[in-house]
């Protein structure tokens, strides 16, 4: 967990969605409700676009129908969802009683995780989940203007870390030995047997929101000065940390999350409406349909270079959905029962995940 400019394709996609993921199992949440996850497949025969190589200022058109049948997978404040396949999908954020919440989808049912993790972590907020592999996954957080959590779960168990820092706000993990994480004004880095401040003076007084990376020697993160509203973008080259400029928009808004398929294909997005694409030379700004500045976007994610979402409130404070197929990005649902934290869907082509405050939800 696709809404295309003409009715035809929105119809042929809307019956792909209800006869996808049939196959549904009985899911057991932390707080003893029950839903269902379907476990199924879809053929999707979609239009080949090649990501960035259309125009990076063609407007969509916006459809007139909500294509998801939203419901609530899991109970919970979800700040983070993310997963390998269907049947390993790890969330985080915390309960409705404000308890630590952490869990994991087998295919089956939902286990509770954080008591695993053990004690010092039932106050905790989870915000951030990623791994490199199924034994290798990292969940950091933290206790509210005290301080960061790092547990990682290697496959049989979860481990705490100790680290002294801030509440931790994003993780990314590209090898056992080589994660980073961010707090407010700090960023460490794993080399396999600890944790380290990396003492630069481009991460001083950044927030950094999100770090998105193909390999050790191409990373990127990106956030804002805690001292002003403007976004940041920063990348790694495997030598050092730099600041990247991004020419328009001017100044450029907060950002808040960065996905990329290709080393020359990497969104962000961020307030007013703000998506900016880098095509591996330069980077461009790109048009949303409507009133767009009244837009803050909070989370983007694809399936692929062909098939990107980006989605966030509107000027109502309501979720808002758009998708950006065959060059253009429109609405895909302005129906989202609430704005998203984080996106995520199962590959190849399993129904869309939103993290939010009211759920792990999932599009039907």
């Excluded at 035809?8 to 003893?32: F, K, N, P, R, Y």
């Excluded at 049989?156 to 993780?171: C, D, F, H, K, N």
């Excluded at 880098?278 to 994610?301: K, T």
Aim: proline share 7%.
């Amino acid at each position: 967990m696709k809404r295309f400019a003409h009715t035809a394709l929105i119809s042929l996609l809307a019956a792909l969605t209800s006869a996808c993921w049939s196959a549904q199992v009985e899911l057991a949440d932390l707080d003893g409700a029950t839903s269902t996850l379907d476990t199924g497949g879809q053929t999707d025969d979609e239009t080949e676009s090649g990501g960035g190589t259309q125009s990076d200022t063609n407007p969509g058109t916006e459809p007139d129908t909500n294509p998801c049948d939203w419901q609530v997978e899991h109970p919970g404040k979800i700040a983070t969802v993310f997963g390998f396949a269907s049947d390993a999908i790890y969330i985080g954020g915390k309960k409705n009683d404000e308890t630590v919440l952490l869990s994991y989808f087998n295919a089956e049912t939902w286990t509770d995780m954080a008591s695993d993790v053990g004690l010092g972590w039932t106050t905790l907020i989870v915000n951030s989940i990623h791994g490199s592999s199924a034994t290798d996954v990292i969940a950091v957080g933290g206790v509210p203007d005290l301080l960061g959590g790092i547990a990682r779960w290697s496959g049989a168990a979860w481990q705490p870390e100790i680290v002294t820092a801030p509440p931790l706000r994003a993780v990314w993990s590209n090898a056992t030995d080589d994660a980073y994480t961010a707090a407010p004004g700090v960023v460490l880095h794993y080399d396999g047997e600890q944790w380290s401040r990396v003492d630069i003076m481009v991460f001083a007084n950044l927030i950094l929101e999100a770090f998105w990376g193909l390999d050790s020697y191409d990373m990127w993160a990106v956030g804002g000065p805690a001292t002003s509203g403007q976004g940041v973008v920063v990348h790694y080259d495997g030598v050092s940390w730099k600041p990247t400029p991004i020419p328009e928009p001017s100044p450029l808004p907060a950002l808040t999350d960065i996905w990329g398929s290709a080393p020359n294909d990497v969104y962000v997005v961020g307030g007013y409406g703000t998506i900016v694409h880098f095509d591996g030379n330069a980077w461009r700004a790109q048009e949303l349909p409507g009133s767009a500045e009244a837009i803050h976007l909070s989370a983007v994610w694809g399936r692929n270079a062909q098939e990107i979402y980006a989605g966030g409130k509107d000027a109502q404070g309501e979720g808002i959905l758009f998708t950006r197929i065959s060059g253009a990005w429109t609405v895909y649902d302005d129906g989202l029962p609430d704005p998203p934290a984080q996106l995520w869907a199962p590959p190849p082509d399993g129904p869309l995940f939103v993290a939010s405050d009211k759920g792990l939800l999932v599009c039907r």
